[in-house]
């Protein structure tokens, strides 16, 4: 039994060392598939249990990306529902398989339907580092559509970094800017695109803290703010009234560990807000470029969640 894996992916999820919300769900479908394989169980009973609870070691990592608890839920989607230890063994693996492949796939196909909304010489501003928008982006550029991108720098952990070193890799002028610089930059913008942690039944989009001004700032300045998601980013159980938990980080990410701050001063520092779904214009998923309001029947038609399915019991959360 090989539980560093689970231990050291909890680990490199719950410190950010991976991150981005399809990259944890990636990374989570692996560590299951590799847990998996290195129990002895001697009954389906046993192999059940000890991957569930590795599942409830996983979830617990990052609360709000949904994109978590939908690929632990797609990866033990098989294991519950085998008849033998062999037939559990093999779905698992071939659950998370199918999982990591598809993941990638639809990042890729999202780029392409992502650079199609994008108009030529095209000024953009996207938020944080995500997977899905700067796949989209590059590809406009590949195609001679992207003039510059105004990239900010997310504070506190900074995945703005990361953002305009994949973008200048790419060959793309930008420019970085201070987060609460992003509505005196919108009048120069065309488009906003970012990613996101979790899409709610109505429409709203969770993603990184700073998204809601942004584009509350876009909204101000009738310009399109375009999400880029997989489908495995909606959130089932919202369709419940399930809220998003909202991921509060330590201060330490926002003054450091040697700054003392001066008495009855308290750090605040969630990690996401929530983006309503009037400030968006655009979800470009894998399936298709959708209005907000469309988010309900991707979650029943794509995604199969129908009543039956909110009626059975899982062991672990899942969304
Ligand atoms: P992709 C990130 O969260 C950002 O909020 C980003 O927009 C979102 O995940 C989606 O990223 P964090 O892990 O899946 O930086 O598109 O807290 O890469």
């Not at 009973?45 to 978590?68: D, Y």
């Not at 899409?199 to 009738?222: D, P, Y």
Request: charged residues 20%.
């Amino acid at each position: 039994m090989n539980t560093m894996v689970l231990t050291k992916t909890a680990d490199d999820i719950s410190s950010m060392r991976v991150r981005g919300a399809g990259r944890i769900a990636r990374t989570a479908a692996a560590a299951l598939q590799e847990y998996g394989a290195s129990l002895d169980s001697k009954t389906l009973a046993e192999f059940i249990t000890e991957m569930e609870k590795a599942a409830v070691i996983l979830r617990g990592t990052r609360p709000t990306a949904v994109s978590l608890p939908n690929a632990i839920r797609h990866v033990m989607r098989g294991v519950q529902k085998a008849e033998t230890l062999v037939e559990a063994q093999r779905a698992l693996h071939d659950c998370a398989t199918e999982f990591i492949r598809d993941s990638h796939a639809a990042v890729d196909k999202i780029a392409d339907i992502t650079a199609r909304q994008i108009p030529d010489d095209a000024v953009i501003m996207t938020h944080c580092n995500s997977q899905a928008a700067i796949a989209g982006i590059i590809r406009a550029h590949e195609q001679g559509k992207v003039r510059e991108v105004y990239a900010t720098e997310v504070r506190p952990r900074n995945q703005g970094y990361l953002t305009i070193q994949a973008l200048s890799d790419a060959g793309i002028s930008v420019s970085f800017i201070v987060d609460s610089a992003a509505r005196m930059f919108m009048p120069k913008v065309d488009q906003v695109i970012t990613g996101t942690d979790a899409i709610m039944s109505n429409g709203a989009v969770v993603n990184k803290i700073g998204t809601s001004q942004i584009a509350l700032c876009a909204h101000e300045a009738r310009k399109p703010f375009i999400v880029a998601a997989e489908t495995y980013k909606f959130a089932p159980r919202t369709i419940l009234g399930e809220r998003i938990p909202i991921e509060w980080r330590s201060a330490e990410e926002v003054i450091g560990s040697e700054r003392v701050l001066p008495a009855n001063v308290t750090v605040k520092n969630p990690a996401f807000d929530v983006t309503p779904p009037a400030y968006v214009d655009l979800i470009v998923t894998e399936i298709g470029a959708f209005a907000p309001s469309y988010a309900p029947f991707i979650i029943r038609d794509h995604l199969g969640w129908n009543i039956s399915e909110f009626q059975k019991d899982y062991t672990y959360s899942y969304y």
